[in-house]
């Protein structure tokens, strides 16, 4: 089977946009979509420790598998859309070398947040 049978699902990318409240000079930030329908297959983290160094750190993030798409990904500033669910991408890796495979690690994102 091709990575691309393994897509099962499909998200949405948002791109988070700073602006400046003009009267109030406070930082507003929203979401544009840049990209939709984008084939991709969402893991769900099993919430284990990680403990190869001396200090026991959890690793509960989600991860998606997509092909690299046209758009930039941002770490912490790109926001996906998977199942209903909204994410923060922590991580951004390159799975298969030379950009054929991306894996991005999600944190779950506070939409009123």
């Given at each position: 089977?091709?990575?691309?049978g393994?897509l099962?699902?499909?998200?949405t990318?948002?791109?988070?946009?700073?602006?400046?409240?003009?009267e109030?000079?406070?930082?507003?930030?929203?979401?544009?979509?840049?990209?939709?329908?984008?084939?991709?297959?969402?893991?769900?983290?099993?919430g284990?420790?990680?403990?190869?160094?001396?200090?026991?750190k959890?690793?509960?993030?989600d991860?998606?598998?997509?092909?690299?798409?046209?758009?930039?990904?941002?770490k912490?500033?790109?926001?996906?859309?998977?199942?209903?669910?909204?994410?923060?991408?922590r991580?951004?890796i390159?799975?298969?070398?030379?950009?054929?495979?991306?894996?991005?690690?999600l944190?779950?994102?506070?939409?009123?947040?």
């Amino acid at each position: 089977m091709s990575f691309g049978g393994l897509l099962n699902d499909t998200c949405t990318i948002y791109n988070r946009v700073k602006s400046i409240d003009d009267e109030t000079g406070e930082e507003l930030f929203t979401q544009t979509a840049v990209a939709q329908n984008v084939p991709c297959a969402l893991q769900h983290s099993g919430g284990g420790l990680d403990r190869t160094s001396r200090l026991a750190k959890e690793d509960n993030s989600d991860r998606l598998y997509m092909f690299p798409p046209s758009v930039t990904i941002t770490k912490m500033e790109t926001v996906i859309e998977v199942r209903g669910n909204k994410y923060r991408v922590r991580e951004i890796i390159d799975m298969g070398g030379r950009n054929r495979y991306t894996r991005l690690d999600l944190e779950r994102y506070n939409v009123n947040g």
